[in-house]
């Protein structure tokens, strides 16, 4: 696991999934709040995977230029951006637009009447 990592599991959870995760959570909220694409959310999330991989560097002696260790860091966070994006899009829509959609689930909503498609 440190091989592939480049540093500890506890470095892996604390790091980049509690700091770094709430980085991703606020930014995919904010990219959605805004009405950009999810795209931009995955773009600035590149970013901070970057940033992840110099502090584990910095802080941790961790590997800077291990590529299985940045692609396993961003992927995680690219998962918690998009679903915080898809909770703030479907929020959005549901208190903006309330006469037109109701929440279906977590990551979805629906057109209010009879016919009621799923987004």
């Known amino acids: 696991?440190?091989?592939?990592?480049?540093?500890?599991?506890?470095?892996?959870?604390?790091?980049?999934?509690?700091?770094?995760?709430?980085?991703?959570?606020?930014?995919?909220?904010?990219?959605?709040?805004?009405?950009?694409?999810?795209w931009q959310a995955v773009l600035y999330t590149l970013l901070i995977g970057l940033a992840d991989r110099f502090l584990t560097f910095a802080l941790f002696d961790g590997r800077l230029l291990l590529v299985s260790?940045?692609?396993?860091?961003?992927a995680a966070l690219i998962v918690i951006a998009l679903v915080s994006y898809r909770i703030a899009r479907v929020r959005t829509m549901v208190s903006q637009y309330p006469w037109l959609y109701e929440r279906s689930g977590p990551f979805g909503w629906r057109n209010r009447g009879p016919e009621g498609g799923a987004q």
């Open 1 to 38: 696991m440190v091989a592939l990592l480049g540093t500890s599991p506890g470095v892996f959870i604390g790091l980049t999934l509690g700091v770094m995760g709430f980085g991703a959570y606020m930014t995919g909220q904010a990219v959605a709040v805004t009405w950009k694409p999810a």
């Open 69 to 74: 260790g940045y692609l396993i860091d961003t």
